[in-house]
């Protein structure tokens, strides 16, 4: 059985914000910048911090993809689906974004 990691993760704007966040995932997401080596369906344990607050968010999740080190024009990281424990940290993420329109030439990190 592999064992969880867990990650901080503070997101200081809202560009930031919709970069990250995966909506695509069935119960959201959200790409995580490392460089630490992950497998697939490797089970992690995040702390999100979002843009202006001071709480730090618990969330379970699963890695459905990685992008490694030394990836051309990408930066490292894995992306997290949230378990099913994460519906309030995607609320809230959904509820800001939707507050926060995105640029329309923002990139996004996605497969």
């Known amino acids: 059985m592999r064992s969880h ?3 901080s993760l503070t997101i200081r704007d809202d560009d930031t914000l919709h ?43 699963e890695v459905v993809w990685l ?5 051309a024009d990408r930066l490292a990281g894995i992306g997290v689906h949230f378990g099913a424990d994460g519906q309030d ?10 507050a926060h329109p995105s640029p329309p030439a923002l990139t996004r990190h996605t497969l």
Not at 39 to 51: A, D, N
Not at 67 to 71: F, Q, R, V
Not at 89 to 98: M, N, Q, S, V, Y
């Open 5 to 7: 990691k867990a990650l």
């Open 19 to 61: 970069s990250a966040y995966l909506a695509w995932l069935a119960r959201g997401g959200l790409f995580v910048p490392t460089e630490q080596r992950y497998s697939l369906g490797q089970r992690v344990y995040l702390l999100v911090t979002l843009p202006g607050a001071q709480e730090r968010l618990p969330v379970e999740g």
């Open 67 to 71: 992008t490694p080190a030394g990836t």
């Open 89 to 98: 940290l995607r609320e809230r993420i959904e509820a800001r974004l939707k």
